[in-house]
């Protein structure tokens, strides 16, 4: 602790101990704990308390019965545990009596503050904290601490509750960890009584009738074999596993949600052999027994293992593909299998949940769905995959939703009636249906696929968030259709339904939505992205509207979009497919759009469409943009002179970008770390470095800079700082580095940057010599510069010292100044 | 028992992030997504795991209800949807969805940029996030599905704040967000229905204070300002760029027309034509006599408040600045602070530091800035004070009262005015504490007319102050409830009857003649069989399309037919319970009180 900190502790000390004085907010008591955390990691926490013994004081003050605040008391309770975390300073707090008179029966435990549950909460993350070796074991039994913890894990409050079941696991494994000659024997009787009477405790809760203590026990088991993995676990799991298997005999099963959350942190256990202990058997009954609701979850859980037997893996299979079963089978035209499962396994229980109720059935298909599309990424997942009948699935889903199903039977019928217009089913079939885009399907189902996606994207009934994920879905479909096997281009099926697509998406960048509009214009960026190069994408998308329509949705009210069709018609300009038709009105389309951009970027009341056309700038000067290759010069003076002024940092630190751009353009790139990165050929600088500079000096990049250099904003600040170290790195390396010189211009331009530091930036530097930007540059301590901006804007009211200062100069003002949220 | 369950996540006996968890009728709905801006790591957001321990968000949560666009309100959005992965639907109003936005994104850019803090969200996520967002209008009832509806009504705090009313069925919630009970400059004050929820759940920051009036802290405010520019001196107030800038704004416009002041006052460059739109676009949600004069004269286009631009701040003489960020920790108004604070003439209303006394500031650089600027804190914020919290309660008329967005102290006092005066249940949880109100929801059953003319026919006329005993098979399809005659049951359904006959033998031995031992026996159990055993209620159960109703016969005690009984020497609990087809078949009591 520094010595600043030292002196203003016994001032704060008092200040907390103080009832009359309330804390400025809830965050500088977590704060300060912190910081506490931080000095006893790095060194003796006994040291620290004998340098500073108004610490202890203060926990000894804590104890007087007086109106203190809750939040004090909490957090002298969390203070002492992180002190007698060391077992040094643990004996020391010992010594006083201190740590009984906190934690045991006497303290706060057994009076009035004890109903707060911040009081609660500090007494178990005091314990928390504490137990880190054997004599606080000693301390926990002596003070009957653990039956305490085993009453908070009914707490009303979540987070005490929840905390207690933590330390519960944490003060068994603390136990089995042993002393220092060694770990206990692996029989259950051996082990340390605190262990036993945890065990027993658990042993009690799981024969118990009452649902929360089960789940208690089960929450516990669940946490201690998700995170200690020692052979005693095995031991425990088999003293236990009767139990838990018992539970599955009770009608209905018992937190079936902890059960599952029990079973699968079992078999993931690394410290467990899975076949001795009977879990696959356990597993393969909790599938059966548990409602189609409760068993996806654990389903999913099992396909996700590494090694699970083959039988255990189908049904649980069978358990996630049910629910899509049964809708295939009530929506069947005719009679026969639906593929997906055999009609005899389809069980009935599935279908039983799916019709009578809305939210049942929509529940359990969102459920399915979500499930199914986390497997279908992993290479564990089952083998063969049905992905013909799930795309069938799907679609079916997506008709009954959007009303274009028709199905025969009466229980398809119901179906339909309860799906219509669910967008919580559409949400998640769409994506679902994206998922599936990763595989193939037969091409009459890739059709129907492609027909219910336009169906949506047609549909005026569909919302916006629906629309945006058919986009989604249509892309990732759109991108899976090439044929051939290496080639990216759009097949003539695919092709053919862009055709019915863009009058689609025309129609949509018209919506009244902006979600919508916006949606469909990252969608047309999307596509032109990865099909601009292709004639028939480029033949389609000019034989529309849709670029007109983008063009037009650079003027949208909303700045979103705005910011959206700048993207796109970044994109669409670069791939040459935003020529407008010649007319009088439009004499040289691309012209125009530059003009638009520089015009939004000098105007735009919002920031994101500036930003997004610095952006589309930066990309065409690296791509070497035709209306840039013109006049490289002229384009980057004028953009970098109109971000130069822009109000929003992340547009001037954009303009950073650009200026790296053309640097790298002009000087040549950096040299690559990597040996086997293909370097592109550029024009490496023959003439002299000065020569070279002169066009960067041409389009004002210096002033840019150095104005950057000074921005009151850190990231600009910092950009800029390291494209002025890239270019000393420049000079170093160049062969024409000349000796430093001072010149009355070299003397004017650093007063000139002395004030801007300043802050004074209203004179500009006017024309650089490139000599004089070299001898500026020597001259500045970058690297120094560049270390003070590494430092976070706010690290100086981070500090330790400010946060006492902060808390002290609360002390006598609060009453004064209501909380006041704005 | 059908309950309702509250869990505050945040803002559960503090003023720090507000999220609460709400189950309703078997809906859950999360209300807010706040952060706390005095954390920089995970501690800024509630944390989401206790939602549900299994199973996604999206599947658990019906929906998330925003209140209004300040981060303590709304600043986890972007992380909740974009980063932990809800992707449900998100109801906030017109205003709201408009510049919620906006302040997410200075947020971000702070936080990320000039923090340099990692795993925050990023532009997109903002854009995703409020793409998810469905916007309502005031006293619209929005269905977010067939069961859940919800309503919006004003609250006055900020441009957009909304109370909402969440209810299933019968069973209702008002959430207040943040409110205020009195018309200011520029909003009304909230009004919400006598909508006598079973739960009102109001935001208490003012718990134990009666706030002087709004006149008196107006005129302090104007008096110092005045003041300040006499002396020649300039004054900075630090705002956040949408909220109570804007009454402040309308404050000093009036005054300096009043007292032709001719000293120039300036509000950050940008941010007055986007307050302004935004003004312009939600005129309704302004108060009346804004809306009233907005064709004449447009109260927010201002004669005296200019754009400021950064080199004004070194201009000689008086001037007024408002400069955003409100807590001077970086932008323009920490700028123009670094410059001003010096000058013992000038005076600012500022964050943290400043306001907590300190005069020597170390600024980034190591550089010490001190101030001998004059140093004000005024207090603006529009949340109703105990008494006007006192009034919304008397308003609503709520079965019971929930207090959040407080401090636990102030709330206590406020929680024993409530039940004392109000005679209504009142509570405070802590955050992570749950409270459990039982309701009793009434369930409408419709009534066959066959049912009730047989009814009828005895002779028992409706009577509408005494409840009684309707008999029949109650039906339940598409989660409607419907009372018919047994006979309709089975004819509607398609049914045969069927005939359990239970029986067991029992040998006697009694040394009597067989018919008066008969007779010994059925007296017996005619005494002392218990009522139920006669009326044992069938279990019928409906499943999709067929239903299966049970053949209950209409029973007064012992109506069963005893001379079969005897003959039969059996138990015949029951006759003409349909069979049952396994545990689906959920079991319904054929007697319902019927109020007359």
């Known amino acids: ?822 | 028992m059908p309950e309702i369950r509250v869990t505050p996540l945040g803002a559960g006996q503090d003023v720090g992030r507000s999220c609460i968890l709400v189950s309703i009728a078997g809906k859950n709905v999360m209300l807010d997504c706040g952060m706390h801006m005095g954390f920089n790591d995970d501690r800024r957001f509630p944390d989401f795991s206790y939602i549900t321990r299994s199973g996604r968000l999206t599947d658990f949560l019906d929906c998330v209800i925003i209140s209004h666009f300040h981060l303590d309100h709304c600043g986890a959005l972007p992380y909740f949807s974009e980063m932990v992965g809800y992707d449900g639907p998100i109801y906030m109003t017109h205003p709201t969805q408009a510049i919620c936005p906006i302040l997410l994104e200075d947020y971000r850019k702070i936080a990320v940029d000039k923090k340099g803090e990692a795993n925050f969200f990023t532009s997109q996520m903002i854009k995703d996030c409020m793409k998810k967002v469905v916007a309502v209008h005031l006293h619209q009832t929005v269905q977010v599905d067939d069961e859940l509806e919800i309503k919006a009504y004003y609250a006055g705090h900020v441009l957009g704040a909304a109370m909402f009313q969440i209810k299933v069925g019968s069973e209702s919630v008002v959430y207040t967000g943040d409110y205020n009970m009195t018309p200011d400059r520029h909003l009304g004050a909230a009004w919400i229905d006598r909508c006598r929820p079973n739960l009102l759940i109001t935001e208490s920051t003012y718990a134990t204070t009666i706030r002087d009036s709004k006149r008196c802290r107006e005129r302090d405010f104007l008096k110092k300002v005045h003041e300040a520019v006499e002396r020649g001196g300039k004054v900075l107030i630090p705002v956040f760029a949408l909220g109570r800038a804007q009454e402040l704004c309308i404050l000093l416009e009036t005054f300096w027309e009043r007292m032709n002041l001719k000293a120039p006052i300036y509000f950050s460059t940008g941010l007055t034509e986007k307050a302004n739109h935004y003004y312009k676009l939600f005129i309704t949600w302004t108060n009346q006599k804004i809306r009233k004069t907005f064709v004449q004269r447009n109260m927010f286009e201002f004669k005296h408040i200019k754009a400021f631009d950064r080199a004004f701040a070194d201009n000689p003489g008086p001037m007024v600045v408002f400069a955003t960020p409100g807590m001077l920790h970086a932008g323009q108004s920490l700028q123009i602070f670094r410059k001003w604070a010096g000058n013992e003439k000038n005076m600012g209303t500022v964050g943290h530091k400043i306001l907590s006394g300190q005069r020597k500031l170390e600024m980034e650089g190591r550089q010490v800035l001190e101030v001998k600027m004059q140093v004000e804190y005024m207090s603006f914020s529009a949340h109703a004070d105990a008494k006007g919290i006192m009034q919304l309660v008397g308003q609503v008329e709520p079965e019971g009262v929930l207090l959040v967005h407080g401090e636990a102290k102030k709330m206590e006092f406020l929680k024993q005015k409530i039940e004392q005066e109000l005679r209504v249940s009142c509570y405070m949880p802590a955050n992570g504490e749950t409270v459990t109100l039982p309701t009793s929801p009434s369930i409408p059953v419709g009534i066959s007319l066959g049912l009730l003319k047989r009814e009828m026919a005895q002779g028992l006329l409706p009577d509408a102050k005494k409840p009684r005993l309707l008999h029949g098979t109650l039906i339940m399809k598409d989660s409607n409830f419907r009372l018919v005659s047994s006979e309709q049951a089975l004819k509607e359904l398609g049914l045969a009857e069927h005939q359990l006959r239970f029986t067991c033998r029992v040998h006697l031995h009694d040394p009597r003649k067989e018919q008066e031992t008969a007779l010994r026996v059925y007296s017996h159990l005619k005494r002392w069989a218990p009522r139920s055993f006669w009326l044992g209620l069938g279990r019928s159960g409906a499943r999709g399309g067929s239903h299966c109703a049970s053949r209950q016969r209409p029973q007064g005690p012992l109506r069963a037919a005893p001379s079969r009984w005897v003959r039969d020497c059996g138990v015949h609990p029951h006759p003409g319970c349909c069979p049952l087809r396994g545990p689906r078949h959920q079991g319904a009591a054929g007697v319902l009180d019927l109020p007359g």
């Open chain 1, 1 to 822: 602790m520094d010595p600043e900190c030292s002196q203003l502790l016994p001032a704060l000390c008092a200040v907390l101990a103080d009832p009359r004085q309330p804390m400025a907010d809830d965050t500088c008591l977590e704060k300060l704990l912190d910081w506490f955390k931080t000095i006893t990691e790095a060194g003796s926490s006994l040291l620290l308390l004998q340098e500073n013994p108004c610490l202890v004081e203060l926990l000894c003050h804590v104890l007087k019965p007086q109106d203190l605040s809750s939040r004090v008391l909490s957090f002298s309770l969390r203070l002492t545990g992180v002190f007698a975390a060391q077992e040094d300073c643990f004996q020391y707090l010992q010594q006083g009596e201190l740590l009984p008179r906190l934690f045991g029966e006497a303290g706060p435990l057994g009076g009035a503050a004890w109903t707060a549950p911040t009081v609660r909460s500090g007494w178990i993350q005091g314990l928390r904290s504490l137990a880190q070796h054997p004599s606080a074991l000693h301390f926990l039994a002596d003070c009957g601490a653990v039956d305490t913890i085993f009453s908070l894990q009914g707490d009303s409050s979540l987070f005490v509750a929840s905390a207690a079941g933590q330390l519960l696991v944490h003060i068994l494994s603390l136990s089995m960890r042993g002393p220092a000659e060694g770990p206990p024997g692996l029989q259950a009787d051996d082990w340390p009584a605190c262990a036993q009477k945890i065990v027993g405790h658990i042993e009690e809760s799981l024969r118990s009738t009452a649902a929360p203590q089960i789940t208690q026990a089960l929450n516990v088991l669940t946490t201690t074999f998700g995170h200690c993995h020692d052979p005693w676990t095995q031991v425990l799991w088999v003293q236990l596993h009767p139990l838990v298997a018992a539970l599955l005999e009770k009608d209905p099963v018992p937190a079936a949600h902890s059960l599952v959350d029990l079973l699968l942190s079992v078999a993931r256990s690394p410290g467990l052999s899975s076949s001795s202990c009977g879990l696959w058997e356990t597993l393969a009954q909790t599938l059966s027994h548990l409602s189609p609701t409760q068993a996806g979850l654990l389903a999913l859980g099992i396909l996700k293992l590494q090694d699970c037997p083959q039988a255990l893996r189908a049904q649980a299979f069978a358990v996630l593909l049910q629910p899509l079963a049964c809708v295939l089978k009530a929506t069947a035209q005719g009679p026969g299998p639906s593929g997906l499962l055999d009609s005899t396994s389809a069980d009935s229980v599935t279908a039983d949940i799916l019709l009578p109720s809305k939210a049942a059935c929509v529940g359990l298909l969102c459920r399915t769905l979500a499930h199914l599309e986390l497997l279908l990424p992993l290479p564990q997942r089952p083998c063969p995959w049905p992905q013909a009948p799930l795309l069938g699935a799907a679609v079916t889903l997506l008709q009954l939703c959007g009303g274009s199903g028709s199905p025969a039977s009466d229980e398809g019928r119901q179906l339909c009636t309860l799906l219509l217009g669910c967008v919580r089913v559409q949400r998640a079939a769409l994506d679902f249906l994206g998922t599936l885009s990763q595989e193939t399907g037969p091409p009459e189902l890739v059709t129907q696929v492609f027909a219910v996606l336009l169906e949506y994207l047609r549909s005026p009934d569909s919302s916006p968030t629906v629309l945006k994920k058919a986009f989604q879905a249509t892309f990732r479909w759109l991108l899976s259709s090439p044929r051939t096997p290496g080639c990216s281009d759009l097949d003539s099926h695919a092709l053919l339904f862009l055709r019915e697509l863009l009058p689609v998406l025309q129609k949509r960048l018209c919506s009244p939505c902006w979600e919508v509009r916006d949606s469909g214009l990252e969608f047309l960026t999307q596509m032109t992205r990865r099909w601009g190069g292709q004639a028939g994408f480029r033949h389609a998308l000019l034989a529309s509207e849709v670029p007109r329509l983008t063009e037009q949705l650079l003027r949208d009210p909303e700045s979103y979009v705005r910011a959206s069709a700048v993207t796109a018609m970044g994109q669409l300009s670069s791939q040459g497919l935003c020529v407008p038709p010649a007319s009088p009105e439009h004499p040289g389309g691309q012209q125009s759009l530059l003009g638009e951009l520089l015009h939004i970027l000098s105007t735009d009341s919002e920031g994101f469409p500036r930003r997004a056309v610095m952006q589309v700038f930066t990309q065409w000067l690296r791509d070497s943009h035709a209306d840039v290759v013109g006049d490289t010069e002229q384009f980057v003076a004028g953009v970098l002179q109109v971000a130069g002024q822009d109000l929003d940092w992340e547009v001037r630190a954009q303009g950073l970008e650009l200026a790296l751009v053309f640097l790298e353009q002009t000087l040549g790139p950096p040299r690559s770390h990597c040996p086997y990165a293909v370097t592109p050929p550029v024009a490496a600088p023959a003439s002299p470095l000065t020569q070279a500079l002169q066009p960067l000096c041409r389009v004002r990049l210096f002033e840019f800079a150095f104005r950057a250099l000074f921005d009151c904003d850190r990231p600009v600040a910092q950009k800029s700082c390291d494209l002025l170290l890239l270019l000393r790195a420049k000079m170093a390396s160049s062969s024409s580095l000349q000796e430093p010189r001072s010149s009355p211009d070299v003397a004017s331009v650093e007063a000139a940057l002395q004030r801007w530091r300043a802050g004074d930036q209203a004179q500009p530097l006017g024309d650089l010599e490139p000599e004089v930007v070299l001898a500026v540059l020597r001259s500045m301590d970058l690297e120094g510069l560049r270390g003070a901006l590494a430092e976070s804007s706010d690290h100086v009211e981070k500090s330790p010292q400010s946060l006492l200062q902060d808390m002290l100069a609360t002390v006598g003002i609060l009453g004064e100044n209501e909380a006041d949220c704005y």
